[in-house]
């Protein structure tokens, strides 16, 4: 079935390293494709998100690029704040909100 | 405008009890949906439901259930309680659930099956 996988955490970085976390998904249609961050105590925001191949999202410095030849939708930011610290989840979507997410990437960042 | 609501925040119950839980959308949201987050097993698709109808539904026992009222409020039920239903249950609500469509998140029920 569809599935997600992330890179595992946790990741540690100091204030101003770039970031990637790697994510590569398995469909058997075309989804769309999804990076939600949570933070303590909360729910899932929606960070960014890309709908079709080639597609980038980008918001608050993060960019992935939905690329369908290596079914792969990494998350960057060129320069990570302390207030980045969250952990941050892939996941592609098809309608009716049927949505598989990976498990998870632990972020820290540490001043 | 007021975000996903869930109540309650918290709840503690014991093995072979039954459960509900209440999520109120975003308004005029009248896409419902349900997923279960444990340290284990990740984020797992529940169900969804859409005008009080159920769309979608993911691998779960039938203990599992929801509804939805006319007012897109939705609840969510589990029965025969079981340890391992111990999790953060997170509501999501958007304006159709379409494929490309953001979900709204709340903040979640901590369920603690004692």
């Known amino acids: 079935g569809d599935s997600v996988t992330q890179m595992e955490g946790p990741v540690t970085l100091s204030e101003e390293a770039f970031l990637t976390i790697n994510c590569t998904y398995t469909?058997?249609?075309?989804?769309?494709l999804f990076w939600y961050v949570q933070y303590p105590g909360e729910g899932l925001q929606l960070l960014l998100k890309?709908?079709?191949?080639?597609d980038k999202g980008s918001n608050k410095g993060f960019e992935a690029t939905y690329r369908k030849e290596t079914t792969s939708f990494h998350l960057e930011k060129g320069s990570v704040q302390v207030s980045d610290s969250a952990v941050y989840f892939c996941a592609l979507k098809y309608n009716n909100n049927d949505m598989r997410f990976g498990a998870g990437t632990r972020l820290t960042v540490k001043p | 405008k007021a975000g996903v609501t869930q109540t309650p925040r918290y709840l503690i119950k014991t093995r072979g009890q039954q459960v509900t839980l209440s999520c109120s959308p975003i308004s005029g949201h009248r896409s419902v949906s349900w997923y279960q987050q444990t340290p284990g097993q990740g984020l797992q698709f529940l169900f969804e439901?859409?005008?009080?109808?159920?769309?979608n539904k993911g691998n779960f026992p039938g203990r599992f259930s929801g509804r939805q009222f006319s007012n897109s409020r939705s609840e969510m039920n589990v029965s025969t309680l079981e340890l391992g239903d111990s999790a953060l249950y997170l509501c999501?609500?958007?304006?159709?659930?379409?494929?490309?469509?953001?979900?709204?998140f709340g903040s979640g029920t901590q369920l603690s099956v004692l």
């Open positions: 890309a709908t079709k191949a080639d």
């Open positions: 469909a058997t249609g075309y989804p769309s």
């Open positions: 999501a609500s958007s304006l159709t659930a379409t494929q490309n469509e953001k979900l709204f």
């Open positions: 439901y859409f005008s009080e109808t159920q769309r």
